[in-house]
């Protein structure tokens, strides 16, 4: 994957007209060529360009007119709305056209076909016919016919194509053109100028270049609805913001737009409302539905002091929230971006095929050129007409929908599913990685354990009592973001101490705090840390471990140099974390865990999940280390955590795995995102990731093995020995054929179910 200079602005542009991979190939390289973009990717699939350019080096009027130059419209998106609702938009637009077209051509095609090939197929049609009406007045109606489709809605591929042509840039549009245009121009020539022709070749094919037309138009029609259904993920994302909110401004109540938002707002939501932004309950208590952020399906309660997310709906009770987050800094918006930049992300195998793509429509050309010639100048008994059949037939059979879409839309679809099932790629390429994954390591604190540790015991030597040490631990830890710090700080409110003030702070990240609280010193952490502050702790550590549970953890407290209190802290194993690791071990995947905490505590939580490779005791500067011992024996390496520690162990690895619920650290250095911290995301991550690819393979397989085997069968290679030819028409049908095939194939993906069993 290209690394991007964090110099560089990002521009995301919706680009129309582009038909095939010939076209992305074209519209990429004229972008480069824009001074100041370092990279350009664009996707058939969203109708997409992603640019990276150096800070003020490419301005968006440059990019939009590049794209123009190279025959294609483009127009910016900007932040305030998601591109779900715009190329959502774009193919329901192409949709509705498309269809009204195919209904034109068909009312039209149908008449002239029946005539036409029931002259040929019934016997007696043609004299009757001919009884009827004079041929040239027949020939005549077919030409009114035939113009009429080929120029009122098939008339988009003329528009688009022979521009195309006269660029040097020809392209899907330019074959239909061609191939369409050549067996209409040949008819009408016979039609009216009949002399021109030599005698033996004086047939029409009117009723081909209108079938032509009318099945490319099917096809296309049928994409445009596939294409609108593979992005239901990011369109019902999208629907899940509000688009209003009633705030408080000036002590009065107004309806405003979201994006009119600002932060500090006070927001007032009703029950059944949805929450428009992110923020905290300034007054009010209900129950919230979180289930898109954390899968669970009952409501939380939600009161003053506590974080709310946008998106989310109030079931019951009246909330006043305090704006904190707007706009596209939500997690909803964030969300729809992560989906959106994979959905437009492309795989190595992608930049090979667009290689082979964009020389794939000029060889075409150049081939129904040497097969007019072949079967015109070097093959006696043939005439111009049957040159001309064969060489249209070519140019119609061709396929480059289906190449240029064979990669994008299968990572268009799958990475939709994953979105609806939890699992967010921030990066595309990960989706290939994770396919390999042969070893995934877990942190065990908030990702296989609920993270939040309960207070289970106080030991104390001190002749203090104990509630009043645990008021001076807790007030000690209370600045501390560890987990263990939180649940001292929540036992002691829970029985209702009293705090003292804390004077002085600091944390060592993974073992502990030192604190001055009331002028004395105060020590919390590991067995490691006050020793190495020079505290014996010999006599309750003997205490301490013959009164601890199973995967408890324990904390040591010492004021003024002296141990006072062992507090024992239990996690509790997260009900889906047996199953996860299950699975995993059933898909032959090895699973290790990495902890901070004591190797006792660790191999007491991994006997239960039935882990065998545990890394107990590491620093959070160390597992990065970790990993990297890991990898001696291990081809791709994922890694799960959630937490600011994980961040370096999750960019170390070959896949980092974020649990939603972590910090946004963490989640800044994962290539994917589990929302709602379900552990068995990860094996549904694995699978997705699986058959997506083997889509892919399938879809690759497919486009370029049709078109290998039925370009030669169209151009009549195999007809001198076996008499096998096509004809235009059922050419057309299979190059329609071929690119439903394609997306019809990707959208398979939508039906994985995302459940992972042993």
């Known amino acids: 994957m290209t690394q991007i200079a964090a110099t560089t602005n990002t521009i995301v542009l919706s680009v129309s007209g582009m038909s095939c991979a010939s076209c992305v190939g074209r519209v990429e390289r004229a972008l480069n060529a824009v001074p100041g973009v370092t990279e350009a990717n664009v996707n058939l699939a969203t109708q997409r360009a992603t640019v990276h350019a150096s800070s003020g080096a490419a301005d968006d009027e440059a990019l939009v007119a590049a794209v123009g130059k190279a025959g294609y419209e483009a127009e910016v998106q900007r932040d305030d709305h998601s591109s779900a609702e715009t190329t959502h938009g774009h193919h329901d637009e192409d949709a509705a056209e498309l269809k009204r077209d195919v209904i034109i051509a068909t009312a039209l095609t149908l008449p002239l076909f029946i005539l036409e090939m029931g002259s040929h197929l019934i016997p007696g049609m043609h004299h009757a016919l001919i009884g009827m009406v004079p041929q040239q007045s027949l020939h005549i109606l077919y030409f009114i016919l035939a113009s009429i489709v080929l120029f009122w809605p098939g008339l988009r ?23 369409a245009g050549a067996a209409w121009a040949f008819s009408s020539v016979v039609t009216f100028a009949p002399q021109l022709v030599p005698e033996a070749s004086r047939f ?39 688009k209003s909110a009633r705030v408080l401004r000036n002590g009065q109540t107004e309806e405003i737009a979201i994006a009119d938002i600002r932060i ?79 959905q437009g992300a492309k795989l190595p195998i992608q930049s090979l095929v667009d290689k082979i793509t964009f020389y794939f429509v000029p060889a075409v050309m150049a081939l129904a050129a ?21 060489a249209v037939a070519v140019l119609i059979i061709a396929c ?53 540790p309960v207070l289970d015991q106080i030991i104390v030597v001190d002749p203090v009592g104990e509630d009043e040490i645990l008021a001076v631990v807790a007030a000690a830890e209370s600045r501390s973001e560890h987990p263990l710090a939180a649940a001292i700080v929540t036992g002691a409110e829970k029985r209702g101490l009293n705090m003292p003030a804390l004077e002085q702070f600091t944390a060592v990240a993974g073992l502990g705090v030192n604190a001055t609280i009331n002028g004395r010193s105060v020590v919390v952490g590991s067995p490691r840390f006050l020793q190495q502050s020079g505290i014996t702790l010999d006599a309750l550590t003997e205490k301490a471990e013959a009164a601890r549970q199973p995967g408890a953890s324990i904390v040591y407290a010492a004021i003024e140099g002296r141990p006072v209190a062992a507090l024992l802290v239990a996690d509790t194993i997260k009900p889906e974390s047996r199953t996860a690791i299950e699975a995993l071990r059933q898909r032959g995947i090895e699973v290790a865990m990495i902890t901070g905490d004591s190797a006792q505590t660790a191999k007491a939580i991994a006997g239960e999940l039935g882990i065998e490779t545990v890394e107990a005791e590491v620093m959070p500067g160390d597992k ?43 989640i800044d250095s994962a290539d994917l995102v589990l929302v709602g911290g379900d552990p068995r995301l990860v094996g549904t991550a694995i699978d997705l990731s699986q058959k997506t690819l ?24 195999f007809y001198p020995f076996t008499g096998l030819t096509l004809s235009p028409m059922l050419g057309a049908l299979a190059m329609a054929f071929s690119s439903v095939f394609v997306v019809g194939n990707a959208l398979r993906l939508r039906g994985h179910n995302g459940k992972v069993t042993p």
Request: neutral net charge; hydrophobic residues 50%.
């Open 157 to 179: 591929f003329f528009r688009i194509g022979v521009p195309a042509l006269f660029r040097g840039a020809p392209e899907m549009n330019t074959l239909v053109a061609l191939g």
């Open 204 to 242: 029409v094919y009117f009723e081909a270049a209108a079938v032509i037309v009318t099945l490319v138009l099917v096809g296309r029609w049928l994409e445009a609805r596939a294409k609108g259904r593979a992005n239901t993920a990011i369109e019902k994302l999208a629907d899940r913001q509000a």
């Open 264 to 342: 500090g707002d006070l927001i007032i939501v009703r029950p059944g409302e949805r929450i428009a932004v992110d923020g905290t309950v300034r007054e009010g208590t209900a129950h919230v539905d979180e289930s898109m952020i954390s899968g669970e399906p009952l409501p939380v309660s939600r009161s003053a002091g506590e974080p709310v997310i946008g998106g989310t709906i109030a079931t019951d009770g009246t909330l006043t929230i305090a704006a904190e987050k707007v706009g596209r800094n939500t997690m909803l918006s964030q969300i729809i971006r992560m989906v959106e930049d994979a």
């Open 370 to 390: 040497a097969t007019f010639l072949v079967w015109w100048l070097l093959l006696p008994e043939s005439t111009v007409a049957d040159a001309l059949v064969h």
């Open 400 to 452: 480059p929908c289906a190449m240029g879409l064979a990669t994008p839309m299968s990572i268009m679809v799958g990475t939709g599913r994953a979105a609806e099932l939890g699992v967010l790629f921030r990066r595309g390429d990960a989706l290939e990685r994770l396919r390999s994954t042969d070893l995934v390591v877990f942190d065990k604190t908030g990702t296989l354990t609920l993270g939040r």
């Open 624 to 666: 990065a280390a970790a990993i990297k011992r890991l990898r001696d024996r291990h081809r791709t390496i994922s890694f799960v955590g959630d937490g600011i520690n994980d961040a370096p162990a999750l960019a170390e690895a070959d896949i980092g795995i974020a649990m939603g619920t972590g910090t946004d650290v963490a």
């Open 694 to 717: 083997r889509n892919i393979g399938q879809n690759l397989v497919w486009a370029f093995g049709y078109n290998v085997l039925l370009i030669p069968v169209a151009a009549g290679v």
